[in-house]
């Protein structure tokens, strides 16, 4: 597509649509001049150059890429307009392409039923989910692994709830024995299983689980912030194909979370909370008697904590669903790209003579750390943190890496031999969620494996 042309095409088309409405004159104090936006304009630019090049497959840091042009130029379309979804007298149209997408979204993961909106972030829709969970589970606390997002801690305290930290295992997931010991107290009411875990991209065993649910009467959600969409890649052929079991399993939680900006491709202020059963509606019953008042139909307000949302939003996601839907077809060969670098890595890592692969990815997350002599968690920590800040600052290629602090223990379970000479060692942890890393793996190994010398 050209980018430049549709841009153009969103500001035409509100222009089209503000001109079939009576002329007025636009006030005084609304104006600027090209003289002093030009000053303001380029003191803006230069100062946004001072980012690490998110675009860039060099950048293999955190979470971070720009949004697709689709969802650029959906969401400046509908800016211009700047609806307000929190009810139908804000947004009539972008109000109804959030439910489209959310409805595509339910299907994607298996809902037959649901109810769901969108929301500004994957913080706020899991604090969603914990305030239905305790609704339900009154007086009962929420568990959740010791790699889960540490925003499920934070919501306990902001909801009144007590939250509970269960060990995980060698992969990190939730250990399941640990979980089943703490379910036999009677204290919890929910557990929080992570479809891809933040550090390392870990899917926890969501079909396990289950059978835990149905013997101790507890809610399950699955905050799939990060891993959602990768959905579509279960049961593939392939070497990007997942297991199916915990995917599919998905399907019979009793909420989900998923963020669209993440591997969505849109711009940050688009998260997704989902109830398989939408009673859970009740619980949000409130009257605005100033608000919904054009239609009797249910205003996404009246199904959400937070109140005005962007629209455009909305828009953003509906027109990047629309040409590149989420089905393994459309999304999915994003995510598969992704998918087949981390692979890549991998096997490079594990080829290495200066790293080692710290464990194998299951998503798009590769974590991995230079060898050392003598080989120790401090000399591992120093090393990683040189590597790390050599590769930002080389003058020629520059590569943007991240660091993950892990436990003594968690390091042991993995790799034997080190001298826990410390209580954890920082190792390095790469990002591969832009489908160009695919073609740019290679290089990025051959960077790593020279900064090892410097």
């Known amino acids: 597509m050209d980018f430049r042309y549709w841009l153009g095409q969103a500001l035409t088309s509100n222009e089209a649509w503000a001109e079939t409405f009576a002329a007025f004159r636009q006030h005084p104090s609304l104006e600027v001049s090209d003289g002093r936006f030009e000053a303001a304009f380029e003191e803006l630019t230069e100062r946004l150059k001072d980012n690490y090049p998110f675009f860039h497959p060099s950048y293999a840091g955190q979470m971070l890429k720009p949004p697709h042009p689709a969802a650029v130029v959906g969401y400046l379309a509908a800016m211009l307009v700047n609806p307000n979804n929190h009810a139908l007298d804000g947004g009539p149209a972008t109000a109804e392409m959030e439910r489209e997408v959310v409805r595509q979204l339910a299907t994607m993961f298996g809902y037959p039923?649901?109810?769901?909106?969108?929301?500004?972030?994957?913080?706020?829709?899991?604090?969603?989910?914990?305030?239905?969970?305790?609704?339900?589970?009154?007086?009962?606390?929420?568990?959740?692994?010791?790699?889960?997002?540490?925003?499920?801690?934070?919501?306990?305290?902001?909801?009144?709830?007590?939250?509970?930290?269960?060990?995980?295992?060698?992969?990190?997931?939730?250990?399941?024995?640990?979980?089943?010991?703490?379910?036999r107290t009677g204290k919890?009411?929910?557990?929080?299983?992570?479809?891809?875990?933040?550090?390392?991209?870990?899917?926890?065993?969501?079909?396990?689980?289950?059978?835990?649910?149905?013997?101790?009467?507890?809610?399950?959600?699955?905050?799939?912030?990060?891993?959602?969409?990768?959905?579509?890649?279960?049961?593939?052929?392939?070497?990007?194909?997942?297991?199916?079991?915990?995917?599919?399993?998905?399907?019979?939680?009793?909420?989900?979370?998923?963020?669209?900006?993440?591997?969505?491709?849109?711009?940050?202020?688009?998260?997704?909370?989902?109830?398989?059963?939408?009673?859970?509606?009740?619980?949000?019953?409130?009257?605005?008697?100033?608000?919904?008042?054009?239609?009797?139909?249910?205003?996404?307000?009246?199904?959400?904590?937070?109140?005005?949302?962007?629209?455009?939003?909305?828009?953003?996601?509906w027109l990047t669903f629309r040409v590149l839907p989420p089905t393994p077809e459309g999304l999915g060969r994003v995510l598969a790209a992704g998918r087949r670098a981390a692979l890549r890595w991998a096997k490079l890592l594990e080829d290495s003579e200066r790293f080692d692969l710290y464990q194998p990815p299951e998503l798009d997350i590769v974590t991995y750390f230079p060898r050392t002599e003598p080989f120790s968690l401090s000399n591992i920590d120093q090393a990683s943190a040189r590597i790390l800040r050599n590769g930002m600052a080389a003058a020629r290629e520059p590569v943007f890496l991240s660091t993950l602090r892990v436990s003594e223990p968690q390091f042991g379970l993995r790799h034997t031999g080190a001298d826990a000479d410390a209580d954890g060692a920082r190792i390095l942890r790469s990002v591969l969620m832009k489908p160009e890393s695919e073609d740019h793996v290679d290089r990025l190994h051959e960077r790593l494996e020279e900064l090892s010398r410097g």
């Open 113 to 183: 039923e649901h109810l769901g909106h969108l929301t500004t972030s994957g913080t706020m829709a899991n604090l969603e989910a914990l305030f239905v969970a305790r609704e339900t589970h009154p007086g009962k606390g929420i568990a959740y692994s010791a790699e889960a997002h540490y925003t499920h801690g934070r919501m306990c305290g902001v909801l009144g709830v007590e939250g509970h930290t269960v060990p995980v295992d060698a992969r990190g997931a939730m250990d399941l024995d640990a979980l089943e010991d703490l379910l």
């Open 188 to 317: 919890i009411g929910t557990v929080v299983l992570t479809a891809g875990t933040t550090a390392l991209g870990t899917v926890e065993p969501v079909h396990e689980a289950l059978a835990l649910r149905e013997r101790y009467g507890v809610r399950v959600h699955v905050d799939a912030a990060y891993g959602g969409f990768f959905r579509l890649l279960s049961g593939l052929d392939g070497p990007e194909g997942l297991p199916e079991a915990p995917w599919l399993a998905i399907a019979e939680a009793d909420s989900i979370v998923i963020d669209p900006h993440k591997h969505g491709l849109q711009p940050y202020g688009c998260g997704a909370v989902l109830f398989k059963d939408p009673a859970a509606g009740r619980f949000y019953l409130h009257d605005s008697p100033y608000t919904y008042f054009t239609s009797e139909d249910l205003h996404l307000g009246e199904i959400s904590l937070e109140c005005s949302r962007a629209g455009a939003a909305a828009a953003a996601l």
